[in-house]
């Protein structure tokens, strides 16, 4: 779990996260995967978000616990990081007033 740990503390919050490595069909990859069509198109879209409390950050969070520790593949107390990260995210609501975020999201079309 140390490598893992040190990883994610790295990252911080409010840096950019790219998708687990078990989700590989993403806008990333995904026109590669679709090379079979001759005319691939990705449509993306980008929704900023300013949270004004921890709650919808650790309610997401915990919506994903059973992928998340399922890629991880060891023990881990999913509700310690929830505080801690209910914790960091009311820090920066303090500083900064919001927790921001992107959502991103993306449509490939095949012809």
Do not use: K, W
């Amino acid at each position: 779990m140390g490598r893992r740990r040190r990883a994610s503390s790295q990252q911080g919050i409010g840096r950019p996260v790219r998708a687990q490595p078990g989700h590989s069909f993403t806008t990333e990859t995904g026109a590669v995967i679709l090379a079979a069509f001759s005319d691939v198109t990705l449509h993306q879209h980008e929704l900023p978000l300013a949270i004004p409390s921890a709650e919808p950050v650790v309610t997401y969070l915990d919506s994903i616990r059973e992928p998340v520790l399922r890629s991880l593949g060891e023990p881990l107390d999913f509700d310690a990081v929830l505080g801690l990260v209910a914790a960091r995210v009311e820090e920066v609501i303090r500083v900064r007033g919001t927790f921001r975020a992107v959502n991103r999201s993306g449509v490939f079309v095949c012809r």
